[in-house]
């Protein structure tokens, strides 16, 4: 099962700001007809499936809002200019127009389609651009430019019609859809996440229950977690720190069967609401990283994003990471600023009771950074806000194209004669194979071997030459595999090559020069470890524990790898390797997102069969399965992740997760 549904409908640009308001004169037709036209001159909405926009039926709408909203709402096409500005004015930030609520049906519609071919697996997932936004609507009240709340109703419709009892929301719009928040507060079955700019209460809705301690009330006690941004200004290292250290584990623990995204790119550079500083290409790894739950299923549904040129950068980036095309690189990826990482540990110590991932995190920091507000306004005068234009001026790189190869994956499960292999090799390759066999391992001296690693020096090659995206071999002898391609690759393809091995082998690479990390998950302690290059991870019984290998692989490989940012990555399995298969390829699957994309697989040709299978279906493209019931990893396996973080965390900025005592605010920027 494959495809990505596209949803739009033009009539979704027919109403406009019929007369002067500062607040909501951003929210324009243009939003979504920029969108559409960069998806177009992209070649993207060509090879997504054009699914057709519905009306929502009354019956839809009341999942979420009141009858009285509802036929309030009903009666707007009929008021006159006046009378529809004084109807708005009962409400905050919004407006209407006499055909806003033929285009909030359409917007719901579009998000229910969209749900319905997720879940009938028509697609695997999908983006729907509609107008008016949701997030901020209530049961009986339109707010923040929203009529009907698209996404809560679609989590509603999603557990009545396809019986699902986990939905998990991603709100990385820059405001907090406290509408969402309110319908779900209660709800175990509806995990809602929201981050915000929140400035300690002073940016808009100015709601104290949009801070981190609104952790959900009930039985819906810890299903509810908001990541205030305190400063504006945030940077990609920010909002993947937020996701490796919160986001991910909770929502990995939660296993949700269907992920909502409301889809706000206000969160991007350049928006004049948001004033953040994120690249549009951090929305293509968000998505990655979200496609690894639910098994793909993820819909992204358009909420804010005010700033044309990112709006339709952004959106290109999640269509194209939705579409499954190679991931865009990031660059100076590292420590998250002091303030986000106050907000990173509050949260999760907020969260300490409700989620077995964050059983060790440390209490809330004192001062809070609810009093922080309070001092400041005690002591002296704010920071100068400067001139509303400070982002608005601001300039970025366009994203690059990201062209998918022509072979997606390459696939060499034997070296024997009369096997498949790779067609006649440059002499020059020939040699070097042969060079790199005869320096330190003489021993191998068998024809097989030989080829094997021509095989490796030419997918390396290929990969180079962007003539191939992936790759998967069978090798007879892993560690002369694994010296041999690092080695070629160091020299022909990146000064950084990220090697993920699996087994307690010794890994014949060089750490030294901090051109290769060498993460290790392996089963006997290790000798010494000084290199903030070499990762070994004793895990029990070698990595037996998928909530051990998920929280090391979220809350330590990825950091690090994204901070290292390699060039290729090389994942192997040794002989002792013990992870199960669906460990594995969700590993396989999140490592994807480095690189952009240069994977090389190898594995061991005495292995398990559904291994090599499994890889191939993940180099391929496909959603990982989904790993439940995960249970809480057991405390030595903690304890060694642990012990990893603080002793590489000086180096690695994006391990950070914890305000301890040593660093402090000055220390910031
Ligand atoms: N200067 C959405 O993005 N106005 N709604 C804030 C702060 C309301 C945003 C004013 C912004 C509503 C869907
Ligand atoms: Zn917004």
Redesign the pocket.
Known sequence: MSGTALLYDEEMTRYKLLWEDP?CKVEVPARLTVSFEALRRAGLEQRCERVCVRQASDEEILLIHSKEYLEAVKQTPYLSLEDLLTFTQQYG?VYFHPNIYHCAKLAIGATLQLVDSVMTGKVRNGMALVRP?G??SQRSEAN???VFNNVAIAALYAKKHYNLKRVLIVDW???HGQGIQYCFEEDPSVLYFSWHRYEHQD??PNLPESDYDSVGKGKGTGFNINVPWNKVGMTNSDYLSVFFHVLLPVASEFDPELVLVCA?F?SAIGDP?GHMCASPEIFGHLTHLLMSLSNGRLCAVL??GYNLTSLSQSVCQTVHTLLGDPTPLLTGIGSPCYSALESVHNVRAAHRMNWSCFNRAAPVIEPSTKRNKVDEGAGEKKEEEGPEQTTEDIEWPEPLPRPAPPAHTVVITSVEPGCQHLEELPQAYTEEAEKIRNQPYQEMTDKVSLKCLQNIVSILEKMKNKEVLNALLVVPDMCVSVSCAVQHALKSISDRVLVVFVGDEDVPVDTSDGRVLLFQICSKEPKGMTSHYHVPLCLSKGGNSRASVLQAVLGLLLPLAYEFSPGLVLEAQGDSAQLEGPVWTQLSSLLQGLAQGRTLALLQPDGDRNMVNATCASLFGSPAPSLSPLGPAPAQDVDAIEAQRHRLQDRWGLLLNTISESRTESQDG
């Open positions: 607040v930030d936004p997030h901020h923040g430019y929203c719009d820059i405001h940016y808009w706000g206000d609401e909420e804010g």
